[in-house]
C-alpha cells in the first residue's frame, strides 16, 4: 500500500508559477513510477505528466511541455511539479499517482492516487 499526500496548491495568477509536491509513504517509493493529473471543472481526469523510478524517462501532455517539469527525490519519497506561466486553462484539482509499470500516461496504470490539492488561476 503507498499513501500520497499532494500540497501545493492554490489561487495564482496567470503567468505565475507554482510547485506542487507529493509526498510517499508505505512501500518503496522507489518501485514506482509516478504521474501527475488534473480535473478541470466539468472536465475529466487528464493526463499531466509522468517520471519513471529512475527520473531517466519524463513524458508530459503537449499543453505543458516547456512550461512544466516533473521531478522527483527518491531520498525524500517526494515527486514535483514545477509549473511556469500558468494559464486559466490549467485550472484544476491535481492528483499525483503511483505506478508498478513503466512511465504511462493512461490512469488504469496507475495504481495508488492522493486526494488532490486545488490549483486556481485567475486571468
Known amino acids: 500500500q503507498v499513501q500520497l499526500v499532494e500540497s501545493g496548491g492554490g489561487l495564482v495568477q496567470a503567468g505565475d508559477s507554482r510547485r506542487l509536491s507529493c509526498l510517499a509513504s508505505?512501500?518503496?517509493?522507489?518501485?514506482?513510477?509516478m504521474g501527475w493529473f488534473r480535473q478541470g471543472p466539468g472536465k475529466e481526469r487528464e493526463f499531466v505528466a509522468a517520471?519513471?523510478?529512475?527520473?531517466?524517462?519524463?513524458r508530459y501532455t503537449d499543453s505543458v511541455k516547456g512550461r512544466f517539469t516533473i521531478s522527483r527525490d527518491n531520498a525524500k519519497n517526494t515527486v514535483y511539479l514545477q509549473m511556469n506561466s500558468l494559464k486559466p486553462e490549467d485550472t484544476g484539482m491535481y492528483y499525483c499517482?503511483?505506478?508498478?509499470?513503466?512511465?504511462?500516461?493512461?490512469?488504469?496504470?496507475?495504481?495508488?492516487w492522493g486526494q488532490g490539492t486545488q490549483v486556481t488561476v485567475s486571468a
Open positions: 499517482a503511483a505506478s508498478r509499470m513503466v512511465v504511462s500516461t493512461f490512469p488504469p496504470s496507475y495504481d495508488y
Open positions: 508505505g512501500r518503496t517509493f522507489n518501485d514506482y513510477s
Open positions: 517520471i519513471s523510478w529512475s527520473s531517466s524517462s519524463t
